[in-house]
């Protein structure tokens, strides 16, 4: 890897008449998340101008899109996405769950700083003002990044804890949201494993189900979100990839963010649950869902 190299060749393909896509597509899927940034500096200190700036010049629409995410670091990205899902026209509940629930309390804490730095204004500040009641709640519960992230499976408290859920649901008329979400966000993942298969016992039902039917909207989308996060991120992606393509229009921002996101972490993965949950390749959905250099890149970072 010269990025060198790579930052000249860049700057050839956006030279002179007409843009050579095929050519930045080829480069840029090819490198990772770290040897972009470096191809990035590396333009803007033999070439003197800012790649960023270049792309954004030559390139339109969802493929534009695609390719200055690929260009953003990782954290950077899901900040900009989150500001994006709170200050845009409207609020973007699905983007906002997505990330909250899938990323790492590291994570987390990197984005949270990251925010700050780049908007003067706190993650959690700008959840408060833009969304309302319980699912505010747990959006908030979620970007703190303080989920326990040991390994340790309390058999008594996991009995306890499902008891708790089917008490503060299924038992009584109404339902007590804050214990499912003080649950639901706070308990590592084995233990929580550990509480979902208590819970099915007692309640004759799987955990996914009593949340459907106690909850509603936003509340229910996020706590689903949690739950399918804990039990197998790549399906939860694969659904999430799914339902942006399915049915007439595609929702491109939720594609092209989990896409980019999650291309070179767990696509292998996801491209196997995509196939398990919905007998089609995802090659084949993006495929047919796509078209022109928006499909071409895609198709790229989902690779076979």
Known sequence: FSAEQEAQALRKAMKGFGTDEDAIIEILTKLNVSQRQQVLITYKSTIGRDLIDDLKSELSGNFERVIIGLMTPT???????????????GTDEGCLIEILASRTNA???????????????????????????????????????????????DEALAQQDAQCLYEAGEKKWGTDEVQFMSILCTRNRCH??????????????DITESIKSEMSGDLEDALLAVVKCL??????????????????????????RVMVSRSELDMLYIRREFLA????????????????????????????
């Open 107 to 153: 994570e987390i804490r990197h984005i949270n700083e990251n925010y700050k730095l780049q908007y003067g204004s706190t993650l959690e500040d700008d959840i408060v003002s833009d969304t309302s009641s319980m699912f505010r709640r747990v959006l908030v519960s979620l970007a703190t990044g303080n989920r326990d992230e040991g390994t340790f499976v």
């Open 231 to 256: 039990r197998n991120k790549p399906a939860y992606f694969a659904e999430r990839l799914y339902k942006s393509m399915k049915g007439l229009g595609t929702d491109d921002s939720t594609l092209i």
């Open 192 to 205: 929580l494993l550990r509480v979902f298969d208590v819970y099915r016992v007692i309640a004759n039902k």
């Open 75 to 89: 954290t950077m990205y899901d900040v900009h996405e989150l500001r994006r899902a709170l200050k845009g026209a």
């Open 277 to 304: 949950m919905y007998g089609k390749s995802l090659h084949s959905f993006i495929k047919g869902d796509c078209s022109g250099d928006y499909r071409k890149v895609l198709l790229r970072l989902c690779g076979g």
